[in-house]
DNA sequence: AATGAATGAGCCTTCATTCAT
DNA sequence: AATGAATGAAGGCTCATTCAT
């Protein structure tokens, strides 16, 4: 074994960096050498792992939404109706492994990237595909298609919209807030679903 | 008058040509350069216009809210009731002038850049607070003070969200669309208010 | 007019230190840097101009055939006979101006660029087949097509291969001893013509 | 027994490589890891070999010239005359094993290093010398001093200028052709030498 | 013997910015 | 007012070379 480690713990080691660096400058502005600098090895080593700087981005991009879908999945397997399974997916995004303003400035500077670069597009894309059918799928059983869709729609928005508010703004409300009020936002939705049900 | 106009007029000229470039390119990562070259002059004389590119930024951006400011203005004035101006408010944020694809792209570069730039952040918390007082200041009359509050972050939220899900992903609605779905989320909560007052 | 002259100027000083800077290291392995120092000013400004290294290589190859071939044009107006202009081109090609070691270093160097550069090997070539057709178009009205053809294949090659040698190596004729040696070969081509002529 | 055989084994193999590598890319700018992996082995391992990447370009030049000594050696054995033995070190130089596209350019990039590194440049005139003075012994035999001096500079010069026409240019003659345009070359001096014998 | 890990040095290129005209 | 000329600084990337194992 090398000096630091294997080279997955190195090119994990990057990642990590990335993020932090990322997420602490709140710009894709960074240069390799501080990405490497931080992860304690040289630029050169960085590119030997990564190729460019664009796979380093990429492969950074990939962790926090596979990091997310992994939570994503712990959460899933508790919960036993739809609802239930609704809700878990709502509170994912805003655990805490999810929502420390440095992890949200890297989300959000990764979300900004895909407007550039087709691959980190392709690759948000996968996942926010990926989301969207497993909300519409628990809320089909409960509302009609295109309410479903609608429901869907909402939330991830809502979602997003929080993120990029706690990232920037100071008066948000804190992490348990917004998590409630993305889960009033069903609430509402099951609320008036509930009435149309009763006068039926 | 010089060759294009007044100092007034090419200024004007040098901040659209910094939103479309920015639009355009999906990113803060423009060329004084560029900005210069589509708005028909040369670097050297945006530098001497605005002294910097950062300020050029800033200016831009201040044009961006400044826009918004009197398209929510100018639909405030026909509202009669607070209900109407809080629709009114949401219906300023899908306004055609603010909803095309590059003015929504270039509008979150600069909420990005807010996270690197401290004047940056400053200019659009000036701006947010003024949204919100005026959205609470209408809600409060039609809900407490804590409701009010959350629905004003909720609908901030929501927009700010399909705000960045338009600009990235395909599979979104379109702008009338996501316009209803804002406003049903204030109509989801004043179907609840109702339903308060009702059982009261 | 600037601090050191026109742009043309400048490109000019450009291209000669170019060739000075590649005939005095016998390589392209030279910086845009020590070009740039050469010729006096910064290396982004040489890129401002030429805007790649590529670029400044190719201008460097063209500005010598260029002059190679404007010797030749100049030499040949004197010219009478056939004879005369097939040894007008010999000896434009051993023309002080063509033959200073460093001129010649960089004359190699750019041929074997050749080698990897399509662009620099189309260039060379267009030059290459010109003074082909001019030796060729001569010949021939001494002697028969096919026999033109092999003179002229042999005066170039020996016209390059003294170019090397005397980049290379020590113990070479001068530059009128090489001449000579070049002009003889036509001449024991002329005399084999001449007996055969005689017995026929 | 290592993996792959002796180190005189790994030394050869990483010189074909060397050889093949320029060959193919018409430079010397090719990497000591391209090399390596070509011959299969670790860039580490061909340091350890030969010290640096200048000693490798060196021995690959020594293999080269070693290799073409030993071609002319084999032919001059069966050579009877000075005649013959002058054809056959012209032969030499176009035998097969010399004349593939890719040695000859990788031949050329050597002699081209010569003009920057000067091992190699004394390495050539080892080599240039032992030939200049072979077929100076030969045509001594034939000419007198000063014609046999200028007879091998214009041979050598012709082999040299085909050598690199061969590598850079289309429309030159296949090898057989070339071959007999430098046999020519001698021929013609040889009439001229018996006409001078027979006027005599 | 052999290699993967690691890096320092250097190069091309870009760009915001300045300055003389 | 306006610009072309010019540059310093910095960044991504490559590569020969070293070293521990």
């Known amino acids: 074994m090398s000096k630091s480690g294997t080279p997955i713990v190195r090119r994990k080691a990057l990642i990590l960096a990335t993020i932090a660096e990322i997420g602490e400058a709140g710009t894709l502005d960074v240069t390799v050498s501080q990405i490497a600098q ?34 994503v999945s712990a959460r899933l397997k508790t919960a036993k109706s739809p609802e239930d399974r609704i809700r878990a997916i709502i509170d994912a995004s805003f655990d805490s492994s999810q929502f420390e303003r440095e992890i949200v400035a890297a989300w959000l500077a990764f979300y900004m990237r895909a407007l ?18 497993n909300l519409v799928f628990n809320l089909i059983q409960i509302f009609d298609a295109a309410t479903a869709q609608q429901v869907a729609q909402g939330l991830a928005s809502m979602i997003d919209g929080f993120y990029i508010r706690r990232a920037l703004q100071d008066r948000v409300p804190d992490q348990q807030g917004i998590r409630q009020l993305v889960q009033d936002y069903l609430e509402l939705w099951l609320e008036r679903e509930n009435r149309i049900d009763q006068s039926a």
Request: avoid cysteine.
């Open 38 to 71: 931080r992860a304690g090895m040289s630029p050169a080593l960085a590119h030997h792992y990564f190729g460019s700087k664009d796979k380093i981005f990429l492969a950074a991009m990939r962790y926090i939404l596979e990091n997310f879908r992994q939570t």
């Open 116 to 133: 550039q670069s087709p691959p980190a597009r392709r690759l948000l894309q996968v996942y926010a595909r990926r989301l969207h059918s």
